[in-house]
Structure formats: structure tokens, C-alpha cells
């Protein structure tokens, strides 16, 4: 079973726009979410995170909302930026700590110049 | 400062035959993670490593894959009698600890191994 969904493949955003990518997950026990991003032929790189103890966490362009009773976060990128294309996995983690991280199956996004 | 290397970058070997996939983590880095991403599929948990020991190998699908970290640093992902089933990108991570908050997963380029 996916504990950890991301239900949009793929997402075409105009350049300058705001970019939203979903996030939704079914273990309560989660309690740390980080968001990787991804370019063909290399490993994921980490971008941003947050504890079950806060609900907005921001880091420039970044921000992740958790909101814990539906279960769901999102990665808001403002402006976008032709660089940000690539692909972006939710992942979680229990414990607070992030020794084995369940994905999800990744969003590709496009960003249109 | 050097990333995770991992080698060789790609693998390809006939079903049945036993492959070995190596992961070099960042240097001072005690904790090491394998992964397997299949096509189409996020990375998919294996075994976590805390210096030489294996600390969680909940992810190893069968007793054909097995992983050691003799002296705490280079770690080799062993998978013996392949099986097309097995090919996809095996992802090496590692951390400057295995927990706590903020303990951020350097992961490498990946090793794509295909199984004919």
C-alpha cells in the first residue's frame, strides 16, 4: 500500500507563476516531511522540511504547508523558475528522525518560459 | 567537498548472475541508506546502516540481496541469482547521524542495473 501519494504525475507551470505540488499520506505515525527534488541521472537532493509540530515552513522561494488533519502537505515555489524543472518527491518519516524515509512517487514539473 | 559515489554507474547482467553494486558515502558520514527507485516508482526504502552494523534491513525484499559496511564507511549491495524483477536504480544516501531532527540524506547519482 502507498503510504505516501502524490496524485499528480505531472504539472506545467508559466515561468514567474506560483508552483503547488500535493502531497497526501495514510500513517499518522508520520511526524517529519521533507521534499527532494530530482534531475535526470542524478540522485535526489534535498530542498525543504518540516516537523509535525508546525504547519508552515519557509526557506526563500520554498514553502511547505502541513496541514495534519487531512493528512496533506504541499511545496509552494514562487516565482518559478526555469531551473525548478525537474522532478519532486514527498517523502516522510517517523520518530522525528529520517533513517528510512517512505517516498511517494514523485511529481514531474515542467516549467514553461 | 566529494558527494556520494557510487559504482559503476550502470550494470547490466543476464538473470541468474550475481552482481555487486558499491556505494562511497561522505567522508565522516555514520550512517548510510540503500534504496531502489523502479521505473515510474519513488525510492523505495532497503537497509539503513549506523557505522558497520546493520540498524534496520526491513526493506530487503528477499534473501537474494544482502549489504555490508565492514569498517563503517564503503558499503557493497550484494544480489545474487538476478532477476529481471531486480532491475531499476539502486540510490545510496548518507547522513551525518542516523536520527534526529533535521539530519539531512545526501544521496548519489544511483547505479542503474538491468537484468536480462
Known amino acids: 500500500d502507498q503510504q505516501v501519494k502524490q496524485n499528480s504525475p505531472s504539472l506545467s507551470v508559466q515561468e514567474g507563476r506560483i508552483s503547488i505540488l500535493n502531497c497526501d499520506y495514510t500513517?499518522?505515525?508520520?511526524?517529519?516531511f521533507l521534499w527532494y527534488k530530482k534531475y535526470p541521472a542524478e540522485g535526489p537532493t534535498f530542498l525543504i522540511s518540516?516537523?509535525?509540530?508546525?504547519d508552515k515552513n519557509e526557506d526563500g522561494r520554498f514553502t511547505v504547508f502541513l496541514n495534519k488533519s487531512a493528512k496533506h502537505l504541499s511545496l509552494h515555489i514562487v516565482p518559478s523558475q526555469p531551473g525548478d524543472s525537474a522532478v519532486y518527491f514527498c517523502?516522510?518519516?517517523?520518530?522525528?528522525?529520517?533513517?528510512?524515509?517512505?517516498f511517494g512517487t514523485g511529481t514531474r514539473l515542467t516549467i514553461i518560459p | 567537498g566529494a558527494g556520494v559515489s557510487q559504482t559503476p554507474s550502470n550494470k547490466v547482467t543476464e538473470k541468474g548472475k550475481y552482481v555487486e553494486l558499491r556505494c562511497d558515502p561522505i567522508?565522516?558520514?555514520?550512517?548510510l541508506y540503500w534504496y531502489r527507485q523502479s521505473l515510474g516508482q519513488g525510492p523505495e526504502f532497503l537497509i539503513y546502516?549506523?557505522?558497520?552494523?546493520?540498524?534496520?534491513d526491513s526493506g530487503l525484499p528477499n534473501d537474494r540481496f544482502f549489504a555490508v559496511r565492514p569498517e563503517g564507511s564503503v558499503s557493497t549491495l550484494k544480489i545474487q541469482r538476478t532477476e529481471r524483477g531486480d532491475s531499476a536504480v539502486y540510490l545510496c544516501?548518507?547522513?551525518?547521524?542516523?536520527?534526529?531532527?533535521?539530519?539531512?540524506?545526501?544521496f548519489g547519482p544511483g547505479t542503474r542495473l538491468t537484468v536480462l
Open positions: 544516501a548518507s547522513s551525518l547521524e542516523g536520527s534526529g531532527l533535521r539530519n539531512e540524506q545526501f
Open positions: 500513517n499518522s505515525m508520520f511526524d517529519y
Open positions: 518540516i516537523s509535525s509540530i508546525k
Open positions: 517523502a516522510a518519516s517517523v520518530n522525528f528522525g529520517n533513517e528510512k524515509l517512505t
Open positions: 567522508s565522516g558520514h555514520t550512517a
Open positions: 546502516f549506523q557505522g558497520t552494523g546493520a540498524a534496520d
